[in-house]
């Protein structure tokens, strides 16, 4: 597991970050919206909900990572919440307020 | 390295069960793969303590050994969630002090969908979990054109892997020669070797399965377009609502209409069977028991049997389809907006036929104040019981007419009775979250999956094995109530010489009349109060119970309509109505609640709530109801 | 008199199983749990 987390840290040291545009949420990103994920956080959602760090494990456990392709595919019909996104070859349903934290980068690289 | 080698070499004994244990990310074919190993070989019980449905079945391997196969709860994550993931988690690392470890665990992988898994089988070797992968549907993968580099999988996960397609039986055989060669070879974990990942390990494994990912899976040459256009149509912020409600009619219509003719076969079973009995038996109290306790008592809960099958099966066809998820993505605004799980609304719609099945299938929501809270607003919705009494009191006291020139009135009095329970069950949720568990608002995140055909034997397995569990419950539990409710009812006997009906006298009459002072303000008699004793069985024999006291013979309902319309003010017959909107009149559904929950204090607060909200209604109702001169 | 008897029996067997079965049990196998000496077939609930 050590070596693992070695070689990953070095790996993100190492990735170019792309200079344009600026990260987003996709809590507000729309429908069509395509991305990829830059960081993912998680902010306590304001009315409760759980700790950040455990909302960021679990978002990392749906396959919220950094790099992973985003794409927003549907929308819920009472104020476009919940929103269902394309994660790489996934499908993912959320609700807005829990990806506040994930900062998505538009265009596809 | 052969299966042989591993029965121990004493003489006689027969060789110890292989004990395996299927793990898998949720929707990977996992339950499909436990039918397809054991057949009907198999078991459902409880784990202790815990509510977690635990399915054990066994085959016999190529040695004639014993395999004992579990079928773990689906995981993403050996960080387990929920209390379903608690269990596969300390199953797995052997923690369960009433489940020895599995010798071997399967890893059942969607081969179209490896990304999840690879991270949870990543995370099996790095404890040295002794583990075989069935990518499963395999088939599906060939069609899409998605090549797998088995080989160089197998050596990154440390782990056997075979293609399996669990619904055709495919590689069946083979995946038991594995687990028998990997048992032979198997160390037994260290349960200290696992802790809880961090968010910079889980990082660092997915990286890692996105790099096994790269190497071993080449993108599908035919992806599937199929699970996309459908989603245009179904999650379609307008044609998917239409979908869904067309879809949530068929199930009513189903249920109801359906199930209507097997309900009266079976109605009329169990009076052919009581007047069986009575012909057998001499009069006197063991007669009564049999026929009027056991028989009426048990049939009386039996007879949502058909009811229950069918709405388990469209439940279980839904979910194998993959439709489910996408009705529960529709529905999450409106339930999170009460306070509750889009997945809320399954058990939620069978508590429309039946709060048992309902509160049966609150197993779907993982968080346990979710499920709490759905548990405890499920009898508000109003159950099929409930239509017997509505019938009778809506057809002896609401006339038959017209409104606005098209609706009729008892039609539309009954349905304010089906909106009175949903908008109350939606209500409580919202408070029972605002006050007791705000800080607990659970994320909604759910993989939606790809749609797949529904294998019929699966499906008819998974309604049986329902079934199964609802007669056994009913055999049982209710059985045991239903007896001691009997005995309320018939003891002590009435007084030679009594004038009255002999329930009056009994304990029932006696509690019956100890409650009427306090039921006295909401315009309920005496009789009304010593029905609701008997009604405790379930609500609908409050209809045979007000039969008794009013000493009408036989089930002859509409005579007891026009008594009733003659005895009961109209104001008293709104608040009997808006009492049973709210009342706990179940007591199956109170054991349930407490088996469900393992605890007594669930069932206790339901009970409290629900007859306060009984009381306060009817106490509204016929209060107004006099004020405008129905007293 | 053997009606009343057999009756008698009945009651008393759904009331000692619904005893058994809503009360003591669930009690005796948390406190075996507790102590942790509990068998395979702890499992087997229903």
């Known amino acids: 597991m050590d070596s693992v987390r070695r070689a990953a840290d070095l790996d993100l040291e190492l990735t170019p970050q792309p200079v344009f545009p600026a990260p987003t949420s996709l809590a507000n990103g729309r429908r069509g919206f395509v991305g990829r994920i830059s960081t993912v956080g998680a902010e306590t959602a304001a009315a409760g909900g759980l700790a950040a760090p455990e909302l960021e494990r679990r978002l990392l456990e749906m396959g919220f990572v950094e790099g992973a392709r985003v794409e927003i595919i549907h929308e819920g019909f009472i104020g476009k919440d919940p929103i269902c996104v394309r994660l790489d070859d996934m499908r993912v349903a959320v609700r807005r307020r829990d990806v506040r934290g994930i900062m998505v980068q538009a265009g596809e690289p | ?631 | 008199m053997v009606q009343g008897l057999i009756v008698a029996v009945i009651v008393a067997c759904a009331a000692a199983w619904t005893i058994w079965h809503m009360f003591l049990r669930g009690w005796l196998r948390k406190r075996a749990a507790a102590k942790g000496d509990c068998g395979p077939d702890c499992a087997c609930g229903d």
């Open chain 2, 1 to 631: 390295m052969t299966a042989a080698k591993v029965v121990e070499p004493v003489a006689g004994a027969a060789p110890r069960t292989l004990r395996v244990a299927l793990v898998g990310n949720p929707n990977s074919g996992k339950t499909a793969m436990f039918n397809a190993l054991t057949g009907s070989r198999q078991k459902v019980a409880n784990y202790a303590g815990v509510t977690v449905e635990r399915k054990e079945g066994h085959l016999m391997g190529a040695d004639g050994r014993r395999i004992s196969i579990l079928d773990l709860p689906g995981t993403y994550s050996l960080r387990a969630r929920s209390p379903d993931e608690v269990i596969t988690r300390d199953v797995v690392l052997g923690r369960l002090i009433s489940e020895p470890a599995p010798d071997v665990v399967v890893l059942v992988a969607d081969a179209t969908n490896l990304r999840l898994v690879l991270r949870l089988g990543l995370e099996m070797k790095a404890v040295g979990i002794p583990a075989v992968m069935a990518l499963n549907m395999i088939d599906i993968a060939e069609r899409q054109g998605l090549d797998i580099d088995v080989d160089r999988l197998s050596r990154e996960l440390a782990m056997p892997i075979i293609g399996t397609v669990a619904t055709r039986r495919r590689g069946m055989e083979d995946l038991v020669r594995l687990i028998e060669e990997r048992a032979a070879s198997a160390a037994p974990v260290q349960p200290s070797a696992w802790r809880e990942p961090s968010a910079v390990e889980l990082r660092a494994l997915h990286r890692e399965a996105e790099r096994i990912q790269k190497a071993c899976v080449k993108p599908p040459k035919r992806p599937d377009t199929f699970t996309g256009r459908l989603d245009d149509v179904l999650l379609h912020p307008v044609a998917g609502i239409l979908v869904l409600l067309g879809v949530l009619f068929l199930m009513f219509q189903a249920v109801f209409a359906w199930a209507a003719p097997l309900m009266d076969l079976s109605n009329s079973g169990f009076e052919a069977l009581s007047a069986w009995v009575g012909t057998l038996l001499p009069e006197g109290i063991l007669k009564s028991l049999i026929s009027d306790g056991i028989i009426a008592g048990v049939g009386s809960v039996v007879v949502f049997l058909p009811q229950i099958v069918i709405l388990f099966l469209f439940i279980i066809l839904l979910e194998d389809f993959g439709y489910m998820a996408r009705a529960a993505f529709l529905l999450d605004k409106i339930m999170g907006g009460a306070g509750l799980h889009g997945r809320a609304f399954i058990p939620l719609l069978s508590s429309f036929a039946c709060a048992i099945p309902g509160i049966m299938a609150t197993r779907v929501i993982d968080n346990k104040h979710d499920r709490l809270t759905t548990i405890l607003v499920a009898p508000l919705m109003t159950c099929s019981a409930r239509i017997p009494v509505y019938t009778l009191i809506i057809s002896a006291f609401i006339p038959r007419q017209q409104v606005m020139g098209f609706l009729n009135l008892q039609g539309l009095v009954f349905f304010g009775l089906y909106a009175a329970g949903l908008v109350s069950a939606l209500t409580v949720a919202f408070v029972v979250r605002k006050i007791f568990w705000r800080s607990d608002a659970e994320p909604f995140l759910m993989e939606l999956p790809a749609y797949k055909t529904p294998d019929p034997l699966n499906v008819l397995r998974n309604v049986l094995q329902r079934a199964q569990i609802f007669l056994q419950r009913a055999g049982t539990t209710i059985l045991s109530m239903m007896i001691l409710i009997w005995f309320l009812c018939a003891f002590p006997g009435a007084p030679s010489g009594a004038t009255g009906p002999a329930i009056d006298y009994s304990f029932a009459g006696m509690i019956g009349h100890a409650i009427e002072p306090v039921l006295g303000p909401v315009g309920f008699n005496w009789q009304m109060s010593v029905a609701l004793i008997p009604g405790m069985a379930a609500r609908e024999v409050a209809v045979g119970a007000l039969g008794t006291v009013y000493s009408i013979s036989g089930d002859n309902t509409s005579l007891l309509g026009a008594s009733l319309a003659h005895q009961w003010s109209l104001a008293s017959a709104l608040a009997f109505l808006a009492w049973y909107v709210f009342a706990p009149q179940c007591a199956s559904t109170l054991a349930v609640v407490k088996r469900e929950t393992n605890s007594w204090r669930w069932p206790i607060i339901m009970f409290l709530y629900m007859t306060a909200l009984a009381y306060v209604a009817a106490f509204i109702v016929y209060r107004i109801a006099v004020a405008f001169g129905a007293g």
